[in-house]
């Protein structure tokens, strides 16, 4: 009955991980609207619970007793399918993601791989639930998303092949013991930069976020969800956001590496600051048109970290 | 049963219904999504056995790509909710021809035997890059020679339809 015993604390183990996202999601959402409102020269929420900080708590509750209304012409299946296909991704690339010793949920020889693989399969829950929702606006969000999906993984794939090279090594845990001394940052500035960079859109978040852009799509490929599903998205969105983070700063930041503090520590405050910047940006820069997005990505970052690809490769020659 | 068979049969088993699922269901979305799960499976199936490079390499490719790619197919083709089995217009040479496939996989699994995982060797992934890029970079450059032509090919259908 052992297995028995093991597959049961596996499913408990992915029942925590899912409650740790949720509490994540509702301090970055606290987090970005008070960093927003004091860039902005608001206060943001203030009347739940001191400096209005259980704001995102009596939302959250909100949402999961709300009614789960649904089109009536949408596909059941697919409808539901979709949020819990971009969700569960976005949790699961968590897992590769060394958090110091054994904090790890698995040390794959192919982590890096991985990371970049899985977080792919919610292109498809958006596609579903764009389609399955019966609705232009959906339709056309879900469209969107996936295109600008496709088109950013490439550049940031070609980044993250840089630092690869580099380490020798696919492991996340090898990439850590790599950068002991010098972080990639300073090796790899220019991937560095293209990472960010297209992370920003594959989490669509501002100025990436045509997908949703409520000027012209009222909420893109969320607009006929509400409720626990709407939720889901909302997760989703925010646990890529984390998740996108923790990795640039294992990629380029040196990860847990750093002095006096624990490894857990060092790679959370790396984190925050990766997402701060993200709530920076979001709050700076408006808005790309769809054609901008596509060019951007075609024209410029393909070029460019082929470029950098290249340059790496010659300049690691050239010491070797 | 240990842990890891009765896993590899858990997957097994949703590989065969999503396989059998997607060539029965009339609709074509539903067929999509029951090949996501079947690919998926068989992802799991390569984990189990010790390949974790393809099967990380079979999401990124196959569920990231190619089941993207057929959505968004279906989606940009206003026509296709239809399934393509439905279409089929000499139903008795695609049934013979899917037979003796079918019966061929079936017979070369059973003559390989029951399945043992590998020995992972020492940096596998290190063993296979170093092997597309030096004895079998004929074969690797090749295929890339023909993704090339396919996107040339997609690049001016696509051009042709401008007025």
């Given at each position: 009955?052992?297995?028995?015993?093991t597959?049961?604390?596996?499913l408990l183990?992915?029942?925590?991980?899912?409650t740790?996202?949720?509490?994540?999601?509702?301090?970055?959402?606290l987090?970005?609207r008070?960093?927003?409102?004091?860039?902005?020269?608001?206060?943001?929420?203030?009347?739940?619970g001191?400096?209005?900080?259980?704001?995102?708590?009596?939302?959250?509750?909100?949402?999961?007793?709300?009614?789960?209304?649904?089109?009536?012409r949408a596909?059941?299946?697919?409808?539901?399918?979709?949020?819990?296909?971009?969700?569960?991704?976005?949790i699961?690339?968590?897992?590769?993601?060394?958090?110091?010793?054994?904090?790890?949920?698995r040390?794959?020889n192919?982590?890096?791989l991985?990371?970049?693989?899985v977080?792919?399969?919610?292109?498809?829950?958006?596609l579903?639930?764009?389609?399955?929702?019966?609705?232009?606006y959906?339709?056309?969000?879900?469209?969107?998303?996936?295109?600008?999906?496709?088109?950013?993984?490439i550049?940031r794939?070609?980044?993250?092949?840089?630092?690869?090279?580099?380490?020798?090594?696919?492991s996340?845990?090898d990439l850590l013991?790599a950068?002991?001394?010098?972080?990639?940052?300073?090796?790899?500035?220019?991937?560095?930069?293209?990472?960010?960079?297209?992370s920003?859109a594959?989490?669509?978040?501002?100025?990436?976020?045509?997908?949703?852009?409520?000027?012209?799509?009222?909420?893109g490929?969320?607009?006929?969800?509400?409720?626990?599903?709407?939720?889901?998205?909302f997760?989703a969105?925010?646990?890529?956001?984390f998740?996108?983070?923790?990795?640039?700063?294992?990629?380029?930041?040196?990860?847990?590496?750093?002095?006096?503090?624990p490894?857990?520590v060092?790679?959370i405050?790396?984190?925050s600051a990766l997402?701060?910047?993200g709530?920076?940006?979001?709050?700076?820069l408006?808005?790309f048109?769809?054609?901008?997005l596509?060019?951007?990505a075609?024209k410029?970052?393909l070029?460019?970290?082929?470029?950098?690809l290249?340059l790496?490769?010659?300049?690691?020659k050239?010491?070797? | 049963?240990?842990l890891?068979?009765?896993?590899?049969?858990?997957?097994?088993?949703i590989a065969?219904?999503?396989?059998?699922?997607?060539?029965?269901?009339?609709?074509?979305?539903?067929?999509?999504?029951?090949?996501?799960?079947?690919?998926?499976?068989?992802?799991?199936?390569f984990?189990?056995?010790?390949?974790?490079?393809?099967?990380?390499?079979?999401?990124?490719?196959?569920?990231?790509g190619?089941?993207?790619?057929?959505?968004f197919?279906?989606?940009?083709s206003?026509?296709?909710?239809?399934?393509?089995?439905?279409?089929i217009?000499?139903?008795?040479l695609?049934?013979?021809?899917?037979?003796?496939?079918?019966?061929?996989?079936?017979?070369?699994?059973?003559?390989?035997g029951t399945?043992?995982?590998?020995?992972?060797?020492?940096?596998?992934?290190g063993?296979?890059?170093?092997?597309l890029?030096g004895?079998?970079?004929?074969p690797?450059?090749?295929?890339?020679?023909?993704?090339?032509?396919?996107?040339?090919?997609?690049?001016?259908?696509?051009?042709r339809?401008q007025?």
């Open positions: 009955m052992s297995h028995l015993l597959f049961a604390l596996g183990l992915g029942a925590v991980a899912f740790i996202v949720g509490a994540l999601t509702a301090i970055l959402v987090t970005e008070k960093v927003g409102a004091r860039i902005q020269g608001r206060v943001g929420p203030m009347h739940t001191p400096q209005g900080s259980l704001q995102t708590i009596a939302d959250m509750v909100k949402l999961v007793m709300k009614e789960d209304v649904r089109p009536a596909d059941a299946v697919a409808f539901g399918l979709g949020p819990l296909l971009v969700a569960v991704p976005a699961l690339s968590l897992a590769v993601i060394p958090f110091g010793g054994p904090l790890i949920m040390d794959l192919v982590g890096v991985y990371f970049l693989a977080p792919g399969v919610t292109v498809v829950g958006l579903l639930a764009g389609w399955a929702s019966y609705d232009n959906s339709f056309l969000g879900g469209l969107r998303s996936s295109a600008q999906f496709i088109s950013y993984e550049p794939g070609l980044a993250v092949v840089t630092v690869v090279m580099l380490a020798g090594s696919l996340t845990v013991e950068q002991s001394r010098v972080p990639y940052i300073v090796l790899l500035p220019l991937s560095f930069l293209i990472y960010a960079i297209t920003l594959e989490v669509n978040r501002i100025p990436f976020d045509i997908p949703e852009a409520e000027s012209e799509l009222v909420a490929y969320h607009t006929e969800y509400s409720g626990f599903r709407w939720a889901l998205f997760l969105e925010y646990a890529g956001l998740a996108a983070s923790a990795f640039g700063a294992l990629l380029f930041l040196g990860g847990g590496n750093g002095p006096l503090l490894a857990v060092w790679l405050l790396k984190t997402m701060f910047v709530i920076w940006i979001r709050f700076t408006p808005r048109r769809a054609d901008q596509m060019r951007l075609w410029f970052f070029p460019l970290s082929l470029a950098n290249v790496a490769a010659l300049v690691m050239a010491v070797a | 049963m240990s890891q068979d009765s896993l590899f049969a858990g997957f097994g088993l065969v219904v999503g396989a059998l699922y997607a060539v029965i269901t009339r609709s074509l979305l539903r067929a999509i999504v029951a090949l996501g799960a079947f690919l998926t499976a068989v992802a799991g199936e984990y189990l056995l010790s390949a974790d490079f393809v099967a990380v390499v079979q999401i990124f490719v196959y569920v990231g190619i089941l993207v790619l057929m959505l197919a279906l989606m940009l206003a026509s296709g909710v239809r399934h393509p089995l439905a279409a217009d000499r139903p008795g695609g049934a013979v021809l899917a037979y003796a496939i079918g019966g061929g996989l079936v017979w070369a699994s059973w003559t390989a399945f043992v995982p590998a020995e992972l060797p020492e940096d596998a992934v063993a296979l890059g170093r092997a890029l004895t079998q970079l004929g690797f450059e090749l295929i890339g020679v023909i993704l090339l032509a396919s996107v040339i090919a997609a690049l001016s259908i696509a051009r339809e007025p």
